[in-house]
């Protein structure tokens, strides 16, 4: 059955549909997060603000971003880093030197 089904990558699948919602949504518009922590009661987590940032950026705002989350830039090239290297390493068939 695996024979014939594509090899889907879900890191791929999972990041790539990340940034395109945050790239999609506006932060400044009922944007919540996703915070675990913020949601059994706790005042949030050193990663709260990312996505916002992230969302920020995606709309220019740049100093909106950098209000939210400090790391926001350095995670969003992360992210991006990552997705195409899981791109080259699944989809690119290997091509041998000559």
Known sequence: MQ??????????????????????????EGFTGFCFFKMIGFGGCPGCGLGTSISHLFHGEWQESWESHKLGVIVLVALLWRIIQLIKLFHIPFKPVK
């Open 3 to 28: 024979r014939y089904l594509p090899k889907i990558n879900i890191e791929l699948i999972a990041w790539t549909t990340g940034l395109l919602y945050l790239a999609i949504i506006h932060p400044g």
